[in-house]
């Protein structure tokens, strides 16, 4: 207790420089959580699973993907023969489709800010087969629970996340017309009936269009063009979700579809959703590669630095304290620990501060990092970066203050009097 009231002390007497220190093991920690965020969600969305597992269904030879509707019943059903009561069959699936527009009529003063990105899909699928999205508790996904319910009445609803609303200045209720940039000469009159929860943030930027309703538009077309269907009637399928039991289930569905003769034209291909996502980050490859291995460890190195900087001033101006610490019977082994512990104390202390700060910053007040990778428009922080952040100060005051501590070890009190005489 004498030792630890001591280390307490020290830290103490010299509020500035443990200030200073301080605050570049929270800049230091802060900055490699962030970069930790995006690789961990990355990392999750890249993980091979071998039960429960999602499998997409894509167009083999064109990006974007784009098959026709008639697809989507069959896919959905895995490619089984509907006469085989033995085939196997997805536990889940959702359909899904992209409708890119504006806000804003004029192309002239289309910007960023009235963008609108919506998924076409039967809205129930978003609470069951979303990523992230289905692994909320019904409590905490209420918000798009109560929309998913509304739109039963609404045809016409859409749910948006909760950036977009604030970007178009919208909120639940209002109406908006969206002006078609994919679907050209599609103009869509939607009400917003509701949102997404604030968790996952990665769903705050877009937005859900009912299957049905989207197809209704598409004969509305047809009717008001002399009979002629839109150019994008046939290419409103992007992709299939399948939830699949495991990867003997995922191998037979492979099968199904891809023996089945009614999807040759287009033909399709079907990998699993780490694949499938693995191959869209592809682009992000460098970047994705420069986070891991150089900002990290580099972040890592400059904090060692500074705490080894910091506690060498310490040592140097405390060397007649160690050498009187040694005259009263303090054993160089406990001088030793004294510096290091004084180090992981602060290191410890000010990176769970920063992990803290950075976890309710970023969830609470800003609704996610905003880093956009892919159709990844923000990221959480996890909770697991509370233990992040307290590890990566420990580790690196650990290191940064081995040598001075050893330095601290090795006073010699013959040399610190004779200075002094």
């Known amino acids: 207790?004498?030792?630890?009231?001591?280390?307490?002390?020290?830290?103490?007497?010299?509020?500035?420089?443990?200030?200073?220190?301080?605050?570049?093991?929270?800049?230091?920690?802060?900055?490699?959580?962030?970069?930790?965020?995006?690789?961990?969600?990355?990392?999750?969305?890249?993980?091979?699973?071998?039960?429960?597992?999602?499998?997409?269904?894509?167009?083999?030879?064109?990006?974007?993907?784009?098959?026709?509707?008639?697809?989507?019943?069959?896919?959905?059903?895995?490619?089984?023969?509907?006469?085989?009561?033995?085939?196997?069959?997805?536990?889940?699936?959702?359909?899904?489709?992209?409708?890119?527009?504006?806000?804003?009529?004029?192309?002239?003063?289309?910007?960023?800010?009235?963008?609108?990105?919506?998924?076409?899909?039967?809205?129930?699928?978003?609470?069951?087969?979303?990523?992230?999205?289905?692994?909320?508790?019904?409590?905490?996904?209420?918000?798009?629970?109560?929309?998913?319910?509304?739109?039963?009445?609404?045809?016409?609803?859409?749910?948006?996340?909760?950036?977009?609303?604030?970007?178009?200045?919208?909120?639940?209720?209002?109406?908006?017309?969206?002006?078609?940039?994919?679907?050209?000469?599609?103009?869509?009159?939607?009400?917003?009936?509701?949102?997404?929860?604030?968790?996952?943030?990665?769903y705050a930027d877009s937005s859900v269009i009912s299957r049905d309703y989207f197809n209704r538009q598409l004969d509305a077309y047809q009717r008001t063009h002399n009979n002629k269907p839109h150019p994008m009637a046939e290419k409103t399928l992007g992709l299939v979700w399948l939830r699949l039991k495991n990867r003997k289930a995922f191998n037979k569905v492979s099968e199904q579809i891809l023996t089945s003769p009614s999807f040759t034209s287009p033909s399709v291909k079907i990998e699993t959703s780490s694949t499938g996502i693995g191959g869209f980050l592809e682009a992000w490859r460098d970047v994705i590669w420069g986070m891991r291995t150089l900002m990290a460890p580099a972040c890592m190195l400059v904090l060692s630095l500074v705490i080894s900087n910091a506690i060498s001033i310490s040592v140097r101006e405390r060397q007649m304290e160690f050498a009187v610490m040694k005259v009263l019977g303090f054993r160089p082994g406990q001088i030793e620990m004294i510096v290091l512990a004084e180090a992981l104390i602060i290191g410890v202390s000010f990176g769970f501060l920063s992990a803290a700060m950075t976890y309710g910053v970023v969830n609470g007040y800003m609704g996610g990092l905003p880093f956009r990778i892919a159709f990844f428009p923000k990221f959480s922080v996890p909770t697991d970066a509370l233990w992040w952040g307290p590890a990566m100060g420990a580790l690196t005051a650990l290191a940064g203050s081995y040598g001075p501590a050893r330095s601290a070890r090795h006073v010699k009190v013959s040399d610190v009097f004779a200075r002094v005489t």
Do not use: C, H
Not at 63 to 79: E, F, N, R, T
Not at 113 to 123: S, T, V
Not at 165 to 170: F, G, N, S
């Open 1 to 202: 207790m004498k030792l630890l009231f001591l280390i307490f002390e020290n830290i103490r007497r010299n509020l500035i420089r443990t200030t200073l220190t301080g605050l570049g093991t929270m800049m230091m920690v802060l900055v490699v959580t962030l970069v930790f965020t995006v690789l961990s969600a990355l990392d999750r969305a890249t993980t091979e699973k071998q039960t429960n597992l999602k499998a997409i269904v894509t167009e083999k030879w064109q990006i974007p993907s784009m098959m026709p509707y008639s697809y989507a019943k069959a896919l959905s059903d895995g490619g089984a023969n509907p006469d085989d009561p033995e085939a196997t069959r997805p536990e889940d699936s959702m359909s899904w489709g992209f409708f890119v527009g504006s806000t804003e009529e004029n192309p002239a003063k289309r910007s960023f800010e009235n963008l609108f990105f919506a998924f076409i899909m039967e809205p129930e699928k978003a609470r069951t087969m979303l990523d992230e999205v289905d692994m909320l508790s019904d409590e905490e996904a209420a918000p798009l629970l109560a929309a998913i319910q509304k739109m039963k009445d609404v045809p016409n609803g859409v749910i948006v996340g909760q950036e977009r609303l604030e970007k178009m200045k919208k909120r639940v209720g209002d109406r908006i017309t969206v002006f078609g940039r994919n679907y050209r000469d599609m103009d869509l009159e939607l009400e917003i009936v509701g949102t997404f929860p604030k968790e996952p943030a990665r």
